[in-house]
């Protein structure tokens, strides 16, 4: 079973922020927060991942709680093409098994 | 770099009539993973191969489903015979293994998937 909750659906204003939670309150140390985005007909791409400091790359932010019981990913400038399912997943750091455990993610509409 | 190849991209066959779907890794992804998408649900994993040997295949339906990666490259995903239920997305992924020293990045990277409809 997928150890991450996050709500079911969201709706974003085309050019605000999505800010996408995801809570993770049985995380282990060794387990980094992994987000994925699958846009419709596609599969699974990933965005960005972290252990405990914030992170930010070209495509998004990730902001980590101190306990790292929680998570909230950010698109700061959320256009049309950023609707799509967002799933986010906690991978042991040191696991050699690759195995990505999904639940059921967040479907992010992005609306004009 | 190329991405991920999967083909048929759709396939609509009759239940119990057996079916088989190919992918190619990236060039230099020994791990390869096969992922069960039903509408409306993440994936799950079926069966994951590092190099030729097989990893985990714990959730793989083996009464029905099996898979090769011969010469530890292309893998094929076939069911026979196909059920209802087995209407589904299959994704095949890869992945560099990462050194348990080293911090995970992701090199993980999926294909579009076959869309697989049993009527």
């Known amino acids: 079973d997928a150890k991450t909750t996050q709500p079911t659906s969201m709706d974003c204003a085309e050019g605000r922020a999505a800010n996408l939670p995801c809570n993770h309150s049985?995380?282990?140390?060794?387990?980094?927060v992994y987000w994925y985005r699958q846009i419709h007909s596609q599969g699974p791409q990933y965005i960005i991942h972290g252990l405990k400091n914030n992170e930010t790359n070209e495509m998004a932010s990730l902001i980590i709680t101190e306990d790292r019981k929680s998570s909230t990913l950010i698109l700061p400038h959320a256009t049309l093409r950023d609707t799509a399912v967002y799933y986010c997943?906690?991978?042991?750091?040191?696991?050699?098994?690759?195995?990505?455990?999904f639940g059921q993610g967040t479907t992010l509409q992005v609306k004009p | 770099e190329a991405g991920v190849a999967q083909s048929p991209r759709y396939k609509i066959i009759e239940k119990r009539q057996s079916v088989a779907f190919w992918c190619n890794p990236i060039s230099g992804h020994a791990t390869l993973y096969w992922y069960q998408q039903i509408l409306g649900q993440g994936p799950k994993l079926l069966i994951q191969?590092?190099?030729?040997?097989?990893?985990?295949d714990s959730q793989l339906p083996k009464d029905r489903f099996s898979a090769e990666r011969l010469k530890g490259v292309d893998s094929t995903l076939k069911i026979q015979p196909a059920k209802l239920e087995d209407s589904a997305v299959y994704l095949c992924?890869?992945?560099?293994?990462?050194?348990?020293?080293?911090?995970?990045?992701?090199?993980?990277?999926f294909g579009s998937g076959t869309r697989l409809t049993v009527v």
């Open positions: 992924a890869s992945s560099l293994l990462r050194n348990t020293r080293q911090a995970p990045g992701d090199g993980y990277t």
């Open positions: 997943i906690v991978r042991p750091g040191s696991s050699n098994t690759g195995k990505l455990i």
């Open positions: 049985t995380i282990s140390g060794n387990e980094y």
């Open positions: 191969f590092q190099n030729n040997g097989v990893v985990d």
